[in-house]
């Protein structure tokens, strides 16, 4: 009876110490996971924070870079390269050329007038021009009421104006300082208020065109097709 007796015991204390090893076995892998997850977490924190963090630079970038281009051709320096134009503006609705008389300005214009050749100064970013006469030597400006007017000094930002290329390959031409003013002229020629013009009117559309007697330059370089058709139609012409 002494040996059975020793059996069972020996193999009780067997299952509690293997009992005991599992206990600490599984509260070994609870804090080992709780750090891994701690330190997961403090991982994702970090990569979170530095991506919202770049995300914020680059946006501050390029807001930055915006405000330096706004601000630039708001005040352009006088050592900015500056492309110089001379042509004229047709008018859609007069069909006649903008002219600057001086502190008047109308679309009357003759074509080749001396008062219609207009000098177009192009700042160096986007389309931002300054009109002024050859002749008179007066810019075209819109005044605070969106009275179009004729100015001696074209430096302020209501002598400047952004060109705007329709799809019916017209122009049109907007106050960079008052926006969404035209440039506009009524039937009769006479300058229209900014305030009552769109850029669906025919009174803001423009085109531009070469003095009269001017060749443009793109003519110059103008290709015809030749085709068996055209070769005979030129043999066959009388000569005269």
């Known amino acids: 009876m002494v040996l059975p007796q020793f059996l069972?015991?020996?193999?009780?204390?067997?299952?509690?110490?293997?009992?005991?090893?599992?206990?600490?076995?599984?509260?070994?892998?609870?804090?080992?996971?709780?750090?891994?997850?701690?330190?997961?977490?403090?991982?994702d924190f970090h990569l979170v924070f530095l991506s919202h963090s770049s995300v914020q630079e680059s946006q501050q970038s390029t807001a930055d870079f915006r405000f330096y281009i706004e601000n630039y051709t708001r005040n352009p320096d006088d050592l900015s390269r500056k492309q110089v134009r001379i042509y004229q503006l047709y008018s859609r609705t007069t069909g006649k050329h903008v002219q600057i008389l001086g502190k008047k300005i109308n679309a009357n214009g003759d074509d080749g007038g001396k008062y219609a050749l207009l000098v177009v100064e192009t700042e160096t970013f986007g389309s931002h021009v300054r009109i002024k006469g050859k002749e008179s030597e007066h810019y075209i400006c819109m005044n605070e009421k969106g009275k179009i007017v004729g100015r001696p000094d074209g430096r302020k930002q209501e002598c400047v104006f952004v060109e705007e290329f329709l799809e019916n390959n017209y122009t049109a031409l907007v106050s960079a300082k008052y926006k969404g003013w035209y440039l506009g002229f009524n039937r009769k020629g006479r300058p229209k208020k900014g305030s009552r013009t769109t850029q669906r009117q025919q009174e803001v559309h423009f085109m531009k065109r070469q003095p009269k007697g001017r060749l443009d330059p793109l003519e110059e370089f103008r290709f015809t097709t030749v085709t068996k058709r055209t070769r005979r139609a030129r043999r066959l012409k009388p000569r005269n």
């Open 8 to 43: 069972y015991y020996l193999s009780f204390f067997k299952t509690l110490k293997n009992f005991y090893l599992f206990i600490l076995q599984r509260a070994h892998n609870k804090t080992s996971r709780t750090h891994y997850y701690k330190h997961l977490r403090c991982d």
